[in-house]
C-alpha cells in the first residue's frame, strides 16, 4: 500500500516559480529520506534534490543549487520541492521517491507530475 504522488506541477514562464508536494501513503516519512528526481526526453534521468531523515540534511544538484529549495511537513506526511527561478531547462517530468538515506537504493516511486517552463 505504499504510494506517493506528486502534485503542483503545470506550465510556468522562465523566472516563474512552482511548488511541487509529494504526498505518502501507506508509511510514515519521518524516518525515510526522500529524493525528488527528473526526466527530460532524450535525457537520462537526474537526481534534482533529497532531504534526508536521519538529521535532515538536504542536497541539490548543482544546476538547481540557490533556486531551488526541499523541506518537509511530517504532520502532513507531505515534501515538497519549491522551485524558483524557473529555466527552460527545468522542463521534465518530476518524480520523488523513497529510501532509508539519500544515497540508498530507492524503494518506491510517485507517477511523476510534468514541468513545463516556457514562455
Known amino acids: 500500500q505504499v504510494q506517493l504522488v506528486e502534485s503542483g506541477g503545470g506550465l510556468v514562464q522562465p523566472g516563474g516559480s512552482l511548488r511541487l508536494s509529494c504526498a505518502a501513503s501507506?508509511?510514515?516519512?519521518?524516518?525515510?529520506?526522500i529524493g525528488w528526481f527528473r526526466q527530460a526526453p532524450g535525457k537520462e534521468r537526474e537526481g534534482v534534490s533529497c532531504?534526508?531523515?536521519?538529521?535532515?540534511?538536504?542536497y541539490f544538484v548543482d544546476s538547481v543549487k540557490g533556486r531551488f529549495t526541499i523541506s518537509r511537513d511530517n504532520a502532513k506526511n507531505t515534501v515538497y520541492l519549491q522551485m524558483n527561478s524557473l529555466k527552460p531547462e527545468d522542463t521534465a517530468v518530476y518524480y520523488c521517491?523513497?529510501?532509508?538515506?539519500?544515497?540508498?537504493?530507492?524503494?518506491?516511486w510517485g507517477q511523476g507530475t510534468q514541468v513545463t517552463v516556457s514562455s
Open positions: 521517491a523513497t529510501a532509508l538515506g539519500c544515497t540508498d537504493p530507492y524503494d518506491y
Open positions: 501507506g508509511f510514515t516519512l519521518d524516518y525515510r529520506a
Open positions: 532531504i534526508s531523515s536521519s538529521d535532515g540534511s538536504t
